[in-house]
Protein backbone atom coordinates (compact mmCIF):
# COMPACT_ATOMS: atom_id res chain seq x y z
CA UNK A 1 0.00 0.00 0.00
CA UNK A 2 1.18 3.38 -1.24
CA UNK A 3 1.08 6.01 1.67
CA UNK A 4 0.44 8.92 -0.92
CA UNK A 5 -2.15 6.89 -3.03
CA UNK A 6 -5.90 6.40 -1.55
CA UNK A 7 -6.26 2.99 -0.46
CA UNK A 8 -7.52 0.39 -2.66
CA UNK A 9 -11.17 -2.01 -2.42
CA UNK A 10 -12.14 -4.33 -4.70
CA UNK A 11 -16.10 -5.32 -4.39
CA UNK A 12 -17.40 -8.69 -5.39
CA UNK A 13 -21.50 -8.81 -5.32
CA UNK A 14 -23.36 -10.22 -8.12
CA UNK A 15 -26.62 -7.85 -6.74
CA UNK A 16 -26.14 -4.72 -8.79
CA UNK A 17 -28.01 -2.51 -6.46
CA UNK A 18 -26.02 -3.52 -3.37
CA UNK A 19 -22.21 -3.30 -5.90
CA UNK A 20 -23.38 0.24 -7.35
CA UNK A 21 -24.27 1.24 -3.53
CA UNK A 22 -21.22 0.04 -1.76
CA UNK A 23 -18.79 1.16 -4.65
CA UNK A 24 -20.48 4.85 -4.32
CA UNK A 25 -20.08 5.00 -0.65
CA UNK A 26 -16.65 3.81 -0.43
CA UNK A 27 -15.33 6.46 -3.40
CA UNK A 28 -16.96 9.08 -1.45
CA UNK A 29 -14.89 8.12 1.91
CA UNK A 30 -11.85 8.37 -0.18
CA UNK A 31 -11.27 4.86 -1.97
CA UNK A 32 -9.96 3.94 -4.61
CA UNK A 33 -12.77 1.46 -5.59
CA UNK A 34 -12.96 -1.53 -8.02
CA UNK A 35 -16.65 -3.02 -8.49
CA UNK A 36 -17.34 -6.78 -10.01
CA UNK A 37 -20.77 -8.32 -10.14
CA UNK A 38 -19.26 -11.61 -10.21
CA UNK A 39 -16.57 -14.32 -8.65
CA UNK A 40 -15.21 -14.68 -12.33
CA UNK A 41 -14.86 -11.23 -12.34
CA UNK A 42 -13.37 -10.77 -9.16
CA UNK A 43 -10.67 -13.57 -10.02
CA UNK A 44 -10.20 -11.77 -12.98
CA UNK A 45 -9.24 -8.39 -11.18
CA UNK A 46 -7.15 -10.08 -8.53
CA UNK A 47 -5.10 -11.75 -11.25
CA UNK A 48 -4.16 -8.79 -12.13
CA UNK A 49 -3.26 -6.71 -9.41
CA UNK A 50 -3.33 -6.60 -5.37
CA UNK A 51 -5.76 -4.58 -3.58
CA UNK A 52 -5.91 -3.65 -0.11
CA UNK A 53 -9.30 -4.98 1.01
CA UNK A 54 -11.46 -6.72 -0.67
CA UNK A 55 -15.21 -7.32 -0.09
CA UNK A 56 -16.70 -9.71 -1.31
CA UNK A 57 -20.49 -11.87 -1.45
CA UNK A 58 -20.15 -15.16 -0.15
CA UNK A 59 -23.06 -16.93 -2.23
CA UNK A 60 -22.11 -15.87 -5.90
CA UNK A 61 -22.86 -18.44 -8.86
CA UNK A 62 -20.01 -20.47 -10.26
CA UNK A 63 -16.93 -18.94 -7.92
CA UNK A 64 -17.96 -18.56 -4.88
CA UNK A 65 -16.64 -16.04 -1.87
CA UNK A 66 -15.16 -18.80 -0.40
CA UNK A 67 -13.03 -19.31 -3.60
CA UNK A 68 -12.64 -15.54 -3.42
CA UNK A 69 -10.60 -15.50 0.19
CA UNK A 70 -8.35 -18.61 -0.87
CA UNK A 71 -7.22 -16.80 -3.82
CA UNK A 72 -6.46 -13.69 -2.21
CA UNK A 73 -4.59 -15.59 0.56
CA UNK A 74 -2.53 -17.34 -2.38
CA UNK A 75 -1.70 -14.39 -4.71
CA UNK A 76 -2.13 -11.07 -2.05
CA UNK A 77 -0.91 -12.25 1.85
CA UNK A 78 -0.65 -8.64 2.53
CA UNK A 79 -4.35 -8.13 1.82
CA UNK A 80 -7.23 -8.34 3.81
CA UNK A 81 -10.72 -10.30 3.29
CA UNK A 82 -14.16 -9.19 4.49
CA UNK A 83 -17.24 -11.46 3.79
CA UNK A 84 -20.32 -10.23 3.42
CA UNK A 85 -24.08 -11.66 3.03
CA UNK A 86 -27.59 -12.52 3.57
CA UNK A 87 -26.77 -16.07 4.32
CA UNK A 88 -25.82 -15.67 8.14
CA UNK A 89 -25.21 -19.17 9.72
CA UNK A 90 -23.15 -20.49 12.21
CA UNK A 91 -21.37 -22.82 10.35
CA UNK A 92 -20.44 -20.23 6.55
CA UNK A 93 -19.06 -17.69 9.25
CA UNK A 94 -16.69 -20.35 11.05
CA UNK A 95 -15.95 -21.83 7.52
CA UNK A 96 -15.16 -18.21 6.17
CA UNK A 97 -12.78 -17.53 9.06
CA UNK A 98 -11.09 -20.59 8.95
CA UNK A 99 -10.13 -19.21 5.32
CA UNK A 100 -8.42 -16.37 6.66
CA UNK A 101 -11.52 -13.38 6.42
CA UNK A 102 -10.76 -10.57 8.43
CA UNK A 103 -14.63 -10.28 9.39
CA UNK A 104 -17.98 -11.78 8.56
CA UNK A 105 -20.72 -9.82 8.70
CA UNK A 106 -24.68 -10.43 7.77
CA UNK A 107 -26.88 -8.77 5.67
CA UNK A 108 -29.23 -6.50 6.24
CA UNK A 109 -25.92 -4.93 7.15
CA UNK A 110 -25.70 -0.71 8.80
CA UNK A 111 -23.47 0.92 6.64
CA UNK A 112 -21.50 2.51 9.38
CA UNK A 113 -20.71 -1.17 10.32
CA UNK A 114 -19.24 -2.23 7.01
CA UNK A 115 -17.10 1.46 7.04
CA UNK A 116 -16.01 0.17 10.25
CA UNK A 117 -15.07 -3.05 9.15
CA UNK A 118 -13.30 -1.92 6.07
CA UNK A 119 -11.56 0.73 8.24
CA UNK A 120 -10.07 -2.13 10.58
CA UNK A 121 -8.68 -4.31 7.88
CA UNK A 122 -7.15 -1.80 6.26
CA UNK A 123 -5.13 -0.80 9.44
CA UNK A 124 -4.46 -4.63 9.56
CA UNK A 125 -2.99 -4.73 6.12
CA UNK A 126 -0.77 -1.11 7.31
CA UNK A 127 0.10 -2.91 10.33
CA UNK A 128 1.40 -5.94 8.49
CA UNK A 129 3.12 -4.43 5.99
CA UNK A 130 5.19 -1.82 8.05
CA UNK A 131 5.85 -4.93 10.52
CA UNK A 132 7.45 -6.42 7.16
CA UNK A 133 9.11 -3.60 6.64
CA UNK A 134 10.69 -3.57 10.33
CA UNK A 135 11.50 -7.30 9.98
CA UNK A 136 13.89 -6.60 6.69
CA UNK A 137 15.06 -3.73 8.69
CA UNK A 138 15.94 -6.14 11.97
CA UNK A 139 17.03 -8.54 9.80
CA UNK A 140 19.51 -6.10 7.90
CA UNK A 141 21.10 -5.75 10.94
CA UNK A 142 22.08 -9.74 11.04
CA UNK A 143 26.18 -9.73 10.45
CA UNK A 144 26.82 -5.78 11.12
CA UNK A 145 26.29 -4.04 14.25
CA UNK A 146 23.58 -0.76 14.81
CA UNK A 147 24.40 1.04 18.05
CA UNK A 148 21.91 3.76 18.48
CA UNK A 149 22.80 6.65 19.92
CA UNK A 150 21.98 10.75 19.58
CA UNK A 151 24.30 11.43 23.01
CA UNK A 152 27.03 13.34 22.21
CA UNK A 153 29.88 11.50 24.25
CA UNK A 154 28.67 8.28 22.73
CA UNK A 155 29.05 9.46 19.15
CA UNK A 156 32.74 10.42 20.06
CA UNK A 157 33.18 7.23 21.20
CA UNK A 158 32.37 5.62 18.15
CA UNK A 159 34.39 7.69 15.99
CA UNK A 160 37.22 6.39 18.22
CA UNK A 161 36.29 2.90 17.91
CA UNK A 162 36.26 3.72 14.10
CA UNK A 163 39.44 4.67 14.73
CA UNK A 164 40.96 1.75 16.36
CA UNK A 165 38.79 -0.84 14.15
CA UNK A 166 41.16 0.77 11.40
CA UNK A 167 44.24 -0.47 13.75
CA UNK A 168 45.03 -4.56 14.82
CA UNK A 169 46.22 -3.20 18.55
CA UNK A 170 44.31 -5.48 20.88
CA UNK A 171 41.23 -3.27 23.01
CA UNK A 172 39.48 -3.67 26.37
CA UNK A 173 36.21 -2.89 26.48
CA UNK A 174 35.03 -1.73 30.45
CA UNK A 175 31.58 -0.88 31.78
CA UNK A 176 28.55 -1.78 33.99
CA UNK A 177 26.67 -4.72 33.02
CA UNK A 178 24.40 -4.27 30.49
CA UNK A 179 25.83 -1.56 28.93
CA UNK A 180 26.94 -3.29 25.43
CA UNK A 181 30.33 -4.35 25.50
CA UNK A 182 29.67 -7.40 23.09
CA UNK A 183 27.89 -4.76 20.76
CA UNK A 184 31.24 -2.74 20.92
CA UNK A 185 33.76 -5.20 20.24
CA UNK A 186 31.27 -6.48 17.36
CA UNK A 187 31.47 -2.79 16.07
CA UNK A 188 34.81 -2.59 16.05
CA UNK A 189 35.64 -6.20 14.26
CA UNK A 190 33.22 -5.13 11.66
CA UNK A 191 34.44 -1.30 11.24
CA UNK A 192 37.95 -3.34 10.55
CA UNK A 193 40.01 -5.11 7.92
CA UNK A 194 39.40 -8.13 9.77
CA UNK A 195 35.31 -7.97 9.14
CA UNK A 196 35.25 -10.52 6.54
CA UNK A 197 37.01 -12.97 9.34
CA UNK A 198 35.22 -14.82 11.83
CA UNK A 199 34.02 -12.44 15.58
CA UNK A 200 34.37 -15.26 18.10
CA UNK A 201 32.58 -14.87 21.82
CA UNK A 202 33.65 -17.04 24.60
CA UNK A 203 32.25 -16.13 28.29
CA UNK A 204 35.48 -16.67 30.31
CA UNK A 205 33.45 -16.87 33.53
CA UNK A 206 31.20 -19.39 32.61
CA UNK A 207 33.82 -22.47 32.74
CA UNK A 208 36.00 -24.13 34.92
CA UNK A 209 39.28 -23.76 34.00
CA UNK A 210 39.63 -26.83 32.36
CA UNK A 211 37.21 -26.81 30.06
CA UNK A 212 37.56 -23.43 28.88
CA UNK A 213 41.27 -24.80 28.32
CA UNK A 214 39.85 -27.39 26.15
CA UNK A 215 37.32 -24.91 24.63
CA UNK A 216 39.83 -21.84 23.43
CA UNK A 217 42.81 -24.09 22.47
CA UNK A 218 41.05 -27.68 21.41
CA UNK A 219 43.14 -30.86 21.74
CA UNK A 220 44.88 -33.46 19.70
CA UNK A 221 43.26 -36.84 19.70
CA UNK A 222 44.16 -38.92 22.88
CA UNK A 223 44.59 -36.11 24.73
CA UNK A 224 42.61 -37.53 27.63
CA UNK A 225 39.98 -40.51 28.26
CA UNK A 226 37.35 -39.89 25.47
CA UNK A 227 39.12 -37.65 23.15
CA UNK A 228 38.60 -40.21 20.30
CA UNK A 229 38.93 -37.39 17.53
CA UNK A 230 40.87 -33.69 16.85
CA UNK A 231 39.10 -30.75 17.85
CA UNK A 232 39.33 -27.07 16.76
CA UNK A 233 40.06 -24.80 19.98
CA UNK A 234 38.01 -21.12 19.76
CA UNK A 235 41.48 -19.22 18.97
CA UNK A 236 41.83 -21.46 16.05
CA UNK A 237 38.29 -20.75 14.50
CA UNK A 238 38.83 -17.29 14.86
CA UNK A 239 42.29 -17.64 13.09
CA UNK A 240 41.68 -14.15 10.68
CA UNK A 241 39.27 -12.40 12.81
CA UNK A 242 38.40 -11.31 16.55
CA UNK A 243 38.27 -13.36 19.63
CA UNK A 244 36.01 -11.70 22.06
CA UNK A 245 37.15 -12.46 25.55
CA UNK A 246 34.22 -11.44 27.54
CA UNK A 247 34.32 -11.45 31.54
CA UNK A 248 38.01 -11.63 31.60
CA UNK A 249 38.50 -10.63 35.66
CA UNK A 250 37.20 -14.45 35.66
CA UNK A 251 40.22 -16.33 33.89
CA UNK A 252 42.78 -17.87 36.19
CA UNK A 253 45.74 -16.68 36.40
CA UNK A 254 47.12 -19.91 34.71
CA UNK A 255 44.76 -19.25 31.74
CA UNK A 256 46.18 -15.45 31.76
CA UNK A 257 49.56 -17.16 31.34
CA UNK A 258 48.71 -19.61 28.19
CA UNK A 259 46.64 -16.42 26.80
CA UNK A 260 49.87 -13.72 27.18
CA UNK A 261 51.94 -16.49 25.23
CA UNK A 262 49.12 -16.47 21.89
CA UNK A 263 49.01 -12.71 22.21
CA UNK A 264 53.28 -12.53 22.15
CA UNK A 265 53.99 -15.53 19.83
CA UNK A 266 51.07 -15.73 17.76
CA UNK A 267 51.03 -19.44 17.94
CA UNK A 268 49.42 -21.58 21.04
CA UNK A 269 49.55 -25.38 21.69
CA UNK A 270 46.14 -27.84 21.56
CA UNK A 271 45.80 -29.36 24.80
CA UNK A 272 47.74 -32.65 24.77
CA UNK A 273 49.83 -31.31 21.60
CA UNK A 274 53.30 -30.83 21.06
CA UNK A 275 53.03 -28.86 17.82
CA UNK A 276 52.77 -25.22 17.78
CA UNK A 277 50.02 -23.98 15.55
CA UNK A 278 50.06 -20.34 14.14
CA UNK A 279 47.25 -17.95 14.56
CA UNK A 280 46.66 -14.42 13.51
CA UNK A 281 43.53 -13.13 15.49
CA UNK A 282 42.72 -10.11 17.08
CA UNK A 283 41.91 -9.93 20.51
CA UNK A 284 39.09 -7.66 22.20
CA UNK A 285 38.66 -8.39 25.82
CA UNK A 286 35.85 -6.69 28.32
CA UNK A 287 34.67 -6.37 31.79
CA UNK A 288 32.14 -4.82 34.39
CA UNK A 289 34.93 -4.57 36.85
CA UNK A 290 38.06 -2.40 37.58
CA UNK A 291 41.01 -3.94 36.37
CA UNK A 292 43.30 -1.77 37.42
CA UNK A 293 42.14 -2.10 40.99
CA UNK A 294 42.30 -6.50 40.24
CA UNK A 295 46.14 -5.93 39.15
CA UNK A 296 47.22 -3.71 41.94
CA UNK A 297 45.40 -6.49 44.52
CA UNK A 298 47.03 -9.12 42.55
CA UNK A 299 44.37 -11.33 41.03
CA UNK A 300 45.48 -10.09 37.15
CA UNK A 301 48.19 -10.08 35.90
CA UNK A 302 50.22 -6.68 35.21
CA UNK A 303 51.71 -8.12 31.91
CA UNK A 304 48.69 -10.07 30.65
CA UNK A 305 46.64 -6.30 31.73
CA UNK A 306 48.92 -3.68 29.37
CA UNK A 307 49.04 -6.23 26.72
CA UNK A 308 44.97 -6.25 26.70
CA UNK A 309 44.52 -2.34 27.80
CA UNK A 310 46.50 -1.20 24.22
CA UNK A 311 43.54 1.18 23.97
CA UNK A 312 40.43 1.17 26.73
CA UNK A 313 37.05 1.84 25.15
CA UNK A 314 34.62 2.62 28.59
CA UNK A 315 31.17 2.39 27.67
CA UNK A 316 29.45 4.99 29.76
CA UNK A 317 26.13 4.22 31.63
CA UNK A 318 22.67 4.47 30.11
CA UNK A 319 21.85 7.19 33.02
CA UNK A 320 24.61 9.20 31.64
CA UNK A 321 23.34 8.94 28.38
CA UNK A 322 19.51 10.06 28.61
CA UNK A 323 19.08 11.47 25.64
CA UNK A 324 19.28 7.51 24.63
CA UNK A 325 16.77 6.91 26.28
CA UNK A 326 13.55 7.24 24.45
CA UNK A 327 15.15 6.62 20.97
CA UNK A 328 16.48 3.09 22.47
CA UNK A 329 12.46 2.84 23.99
CA UNK A 330 11.18 2.88 20.62
CA UNK A 331 13.80 0.73 19.23
CA UNK A 332 13.12 -2.23 21.27
CA UNK A 333 8.79 -1.21 21.74
CA UNK A 334 9.22 -2.15 17.52
CA UNK A 335 11.47 -4.75 18.27
CA UNK A 336 9.58 -6.98 21.06
CA UNK A 337 6.62 -5.52 18.96
CA UNK A 338 7.27 -7.07 15.77
CA UNK A 339 8.53 -10.31 17.40
CA UNK A 340 5.03 -11.04 19.95
CA UNK A 341 3.25 -9.80 16.52
CA UNK A 342 1.78 -7.61 19.24
CA UNK A 343 0.55 -3.66 17.10
CA UNK A 344 1.72 -1.59 19.63
CA UNK A 345 3.58 1.02 18.24
CA UNK A 346 3.24 3.82 20.78
CA UNK A 347 4.34 5.12 24.17
CA UNK A 348 2.35 6.70 26.57
CA UNK A 349 4.80 10.77 27.04
CA UNK A 350 3.92 10.29 30.72
CA UNK A 351 5.03 6.41 30.60
CA UNK A 352 8.40 7.61 28.63
CA UNK A 353 8.93 10.23 31.00
CA UNK A 354 9.19 7.68 33.75
CA UNK A 355 11.68 6.08 31.62
CA UNK A 356 14.02 9.19 31.02
CA UNK A 357 13.76 9.68 34.94
CA UNK A 358 14.92 5.91 35.98
CA UNK A 359 18.96 5.24 36.57
CA UNK A 360 18.61 1.71 35.02
CA UNK A 361 20.89 0.49 37.17
CA UNK A 362 21.25 -2.91 34.53
CA UNK A 363 21.79 -0.20 32.05
CA UNK A 364 20.00 -1.08 28.29
CA UNK A 365 19.85 -4.11 28.77
CA UNK A 366 17.43 -3.56 31.90
CA UNK A 367 15.42 -0.82 29.52
CA UNK A 368 14.59 -4.00 26.65
CA UNK A 369 13.32 -5.93 29.41
CA UNK A 370 11.17 -3.68 30.48
CA UNK A 371 10.17 -2.86 26.96
CA UNK A 372 9.42 -6.25 26.47
CA UNK A 373 7.83 -6.79 29.28
CA UNK A 374 5.18 -3.34 28.68
CA UNK A 375 4.46 -4.81 25.24
CA UNK A 376 3.97 -8.54 26.80
CA UNK A 377 1.52 -6.79 29.19
CA UNK A 378 -0.12 -4.14 26.44
CA UNK A 379 -3.97 -4.39 25.80
CA UNK A 380 -3.85 -1.88 23.33
CA UNK A 381 -1.53 0.18 20.60
CA UNK A 382 -0.46 2.37 23.66
CA UNK A 383 2.18 1.17 26.25
CA UNK A 384 1.15 2.70 29.15
CA UNK A 385 2.44 3.48 32.78
CA UNK A 386 0.53 0.68 34.20
CA UNK A 387 3.02 -1.99 32.02
CA UNK A 388 6.05 -0.48 33.80
CA UNK A 389 7.65 -1.85 36.68
CA UNK A 390 6.42 -0.16 39.59
CA UNK A 391 10.52 0.58 40.50
CA UNK A 392 10.25 3.27 37.58
CA UNK A 393 7.27 5.05 39.15
CA UNK A 394 8.89 4.21 42.75
CA UNK A 395 12.34 5.74 42.02
CA UNK A 396 10.70 9.31 40.79
CA UNK A 397 11.03 12.19 43.21
CA UNK A 398 11.95 15.76 41.71
CA UNK A 399 11.47 18.53 43.79
CA UNK A 400 11.13 21.05 40.86
CA UNK A 401 9.18 19.49 37.13
CA UNK A 402 11.05 19.69 34.32
CA UNK A 403 10.86 22.72 31.95
CA UNK A 404 7.28 22.16 30.19
CA UNK A 405 6.22 19.73 32.29
CA UNK A 406 2.78 20.46 35.04
CA UNK A 407 4.11 21.16 38.55
CA UNK A 408 3.53 17.85 40.43
CA UNK A 409 0.86 17.77 43.35
CA UNK A 410 2.19 17.27 47.04
CA UNK A 411 -0.12 14.20 46.57
CA UNK A 412 1.52 12.99 43.53
CA UNK A 413 5.29 13.52 45.76
CA UNK A 414 3.89 11.89 49.17
CA UNK A 415 3.13 9.13 46.90
CA UNK A 416 6.27 8.34 45.34
CA UNK A 417 7.75 8.77 48.53
CA UNK A 418 6.12 5.75 50.25
CA UNK A 419 6.72 3.74 47.30
CA UNK A 420 10.15 4.34 47.70
CA UNK A 421 10.46 4.04 51.51
CA UNK A 422 8.94 0.32 51.32
CA UNK A 423 10.84 -0.87 48.46
CA UNK A 424 13.94 0.71 50.45
CA UNK A 425 12.57 -1.62 53.47
CA UNK A 426 11.49 -3.67 51.70
CA UNK A 427 7.96 -3.73 52.93
CA UNK A 428 8.70 -3.18 56.87
CA UNK A 429 6.48 -0.64 57.51
CA UNK A 430 7.71 0.35 60.80
CA UNK A 431 10.79 0.94 59.02
CA UNK A 432 8.55 3.09 56.36
CA UNK A 433 7.20 5.19 58.93
CA UNK A 434 10.06 6.08 60.94
CA UNK A 435 12.44 7.07 57.72
CA UNK A 436 9.12 9.23 56.82
CA UNK A 437 8.61 10.85 59.93
CA UNK A 438 5.47 9.66 60.63
CA UNK A 439 3.91 7.16 62.59
CA UNK A 440 2.92 3.68 61.55
CA UNK A 441 -1.23 4.02 61.95
CA UNK A 442 -0.72 7.38 59.37
CA UNK A 443 1.61 5.33 56.98
CA UNK A 444 -1.41 2.33 56.63
CA UNK A 445 -3.54 4.99 56.50
CA UNK A 446 -1.73 6.13 53.55
CA UNK A 447 -1.15 2.83 52.07
CA UNK A 448 -4.72 2.59 51.87
CA UNK A 449 -5.16 5.79 50.43
CA UNK A 450 -2.92 5.15 48.13
CA UNK A 451 -3.62 1.84 47.28
CA UNK A 452 -0.37 0.39 47.77
CA UNK A 453 -1.14 -2.47 50.00
Known amino acids: MNETAPPSLLIIDDEAAALKSLAHIFRKEGYEVTARQSGLAGLKALEMRAFDVVLTDLMMDRVDGMAILRRVRELHPDSETVVITGHATLKSAVAAMKEGAFHYVAKPYRLDEVRQVVKSALDMVRLKQENRALKRRIEGYQGSVNIITQDLAMQRLLEVARQVAATDCNVLITGESGTGK???????????????????????????????????????????????????????????????????????????????????EREFLRVGGTKPIPVDVRIVAATNRDLQEAVNAGRFRSDFYFRLNVVNLVLPPLRERRDDIPLLAYYFLKKHALAMAKPVADIDPKALCLLSDYDFPGNVRELSNMIERGVALAVGPTLETAQLPDVTRAAQVRVLPKAGEAFPTLEDQEEVLIRRALEHTRGNRSQAADMLGIDRVSLWRKIKKYGLA
Open 182 to 264: ELMARYVHLHGKRAAGPFVAVNCGALQEELLANELFGHDKGAFTGADREKQGLIEVADGGTLFLDEVTEMSPTMQVKLLRVIQ
